[in-house]
């Protein structure tokens, strides 16, 4: 019965992964112009907000590998509103690099690099974010941000702006505990969600954890599709253990 339980949980995130669209923070506010410059929304060929990620060089946006999908072709950069969006600041993506082990978000390696078919103008409005060093220690309850688009609550309505809430990192053995009928997937940072009413709800997939003004986590999965709130940590893929895999990707392009 555990392994039947443990099987189903696999197929829940599955599935949760590949239909993520749009994304949806709890209780947050919008964020203050001028900042997260960073945060870029992931767009299919209808010009439809399906993901989020974030800018780490002029040529790469980083987000999570359950977001591949063929119908994805653009990012957009250099706004908080959707609905006012800078032509210019449109990237088309030119290759998806997903993680070579990814198979679902479940089993982890939930991490993509997208290129863009030109670089990136960095101003006022578009800037990079640095990841961390592999030495970054992540400290239980240590405050952190997640941002993203969309839906508010539970059956919200959409909302163009960009918001953002602040959550604190949970004690990865406590966050094991409380995923007890799944077993967590390596290299994983849990923070909201769990004991809070703020976090990430489903499909706000791909956006930046962040903390001291570094993105040491991928936004990946919480518990279906429930943002009331669930009573397990919200689960980000730890960019510090794919630092390698990601220099392997970028350098060639420098």
């Known amino acids: 019965m555990h392994a039947l339980h443990g099987f189903l949980l696999f197929h829940l995130l599955t599935c949760l992964g590949l239909h993520a669209l749009g994304s949806k923070i709890i209780n ?66 030119k ?8 198979e679902t978000v479940g089993k982890g390696k939930d991490i993509m690099l997208l290129k863009l078919a030109e670089k990136a103008r960095l101003d006022n409005r578009v800037q990079t974010i640095p990841l961390p060093r592999p030495e ?3 400290k239980e309850n240590q405050s ?29 053995q406590v966050c094991k505990e409380k995923w007890s009928g799944l077993p967590l997937p390596d290299s994983v940072i849990c923070a909201g969600g769990y004991k809070t009413k703020k976090g990430f709800c489903q499909g706000d997939s791909g956006g930046p954890l962040v903390c001291d003004g570094k993105a040491v986590g991928v936004v990946s999965f919480n518990n279906n599709k429930n943002c009331n709130y669930p009573n397990v940590p919200n689960v980000y893929t730890e960019t510090s253990e794919y630092l390698g895999w990601i220099e392997s990707i970028i350098k060639p392009y420098e």
């Open 95 to 102: 290759e998806r690099y997903k993680h070579p082990y990814y």
């Open 136 to 138: 970054t220690n992540i």
């Open 144 to 172: 952190c941000s997640v941002a993203g688009w969309g839906f508010t609550s539970t059956g919200g309505s959409v909302v163009d702006d960009l918001r953002v809430v602040d959550v604190s990192i949970i004690n990865l």
């Open 28 to 93: 947050g506010k919008k964020v203050a112009e001028g900042s997260m410059l960073y945060m870029a929304s992931v767009q299919n060929n209808k010009g439809q907000h399906v993901c989020g990620g974030f800018l780490i060089n002029e040529d790469f946006v980083l987000t999570a590998a359950h977001c591949d999908d063929d119908s994805i072709t653009r990012v957009v950069l250099g706004t908080h509103n959707l609905k006012k969006i800078n032509y210019v600041n449109i990237r088309y993506i």
